[in-house]
């Protein structure tokens, strides 16, 4: 059962338009989440966070939203560019351990 | 700062054979934790290890196992290697928990050893 979704595969985006890459968990004990981005062989690397006791937080062309009692968060980058392009993964963490989701390859487009 | 490092970068391993793979913390970190990427899959867990023990593992058969040792850096070992076991093997560290510590929530991954079994 897979605690941490991503349930978009793939995305494509116009440069300059805004990415939205969205994520889904289940267990109600996680209270930190991350977004990584990977490029090919390379490890991934971190994005952004939120703890669960905020509902936004800005970094740059980078934001993300934290709905609890919907258990979702979402990575938006605006405006997109083509170096953005790599796979966006979320995580969730209960303090010690963590939860990837399976991730969502973005391709900007120029 | 010196990043967490992993080697070997690649390593090509003939079906049955045992691989070991390496990884050297950030220095500070205490945590390394050990993940799997499969072609075309995520991040599946391995292993986790905090302050020389085995904190958890994920659901992977008892032919994977590790240990880290009292630097913090930490092996995995691939016994009986079969060719689904070709990945990219992934190690991150991070500093020890602290409640309250935000910061510290985030880890920090290596570059990886991809693995071929043929």
């Known amino acids: 059962d897979q605690q941490v979704k991503q349930n978009s595969p793939s995305l494509s985006v116009q440069e300059g338009r805004i990415s939205i890459l969205n994520c889904d968990y289940t267990n109600s004990m996680f209270d930190y989440f991350l977004w990584y981005k990977k490029y090919p062989a390379e490890g991934p690397t971190f994005l952004i966070s939120i703890s669960s006791i905020k509902d936004k937080n800005e970094d740059g062309r980078f934001t993300v939203f934290l709905n609890k009692s919907a258990k979702h968060l979402s990575l938006h980058i605006v405006p997109s560019q083509p170096g953005d392009s790599a796979v966006y993964f979320c995580?969730?963490?209960?303090?010690?351990?963590?939860?990837f989701g399976p991730g969502t390859r973005l391709s900007v487009l120029p | 700062e010196a990043g967490v490092t992993q080697s070997p970068t690649h390593l090509i391993k003939t079906r049955g054979q045992q691989a070991t793979l390496r990884c050297s913390p950030i220095?500070?970190?205490?945590?390394v934790y050990w993940y799997q990427q499969a072609l075309g899959l995520g991040l599946q867990f391995l292993l986790w290890?905090?302050?020389?023990?085995?904190?958890n593992r994920g659901n992977f058969p008892p032919r994977f196992s590790g240990r880290q040792f009292p630097n913090y850096s930490s092996e995995l070992n691939v016994n009986a290697l079969e060719l689904e076991d070709s990945a990219l093997y992934l190690c991150a560290s991070r500093r020890k928990w602290a409640a309250g510590d935000e910061d510290n929530y985030g880890y920090t991954f290596g570059s990886g050893t991809r693995l071929t079994v043929v």
């Open positions: 220095s500070g970190h205490t945590s």
């Open positions: 995580a969730a963490s209960d303090g010690q351990n963590f939860v």
């Open positions: 290890y905090d302050e020389g023990e085995e904190r």
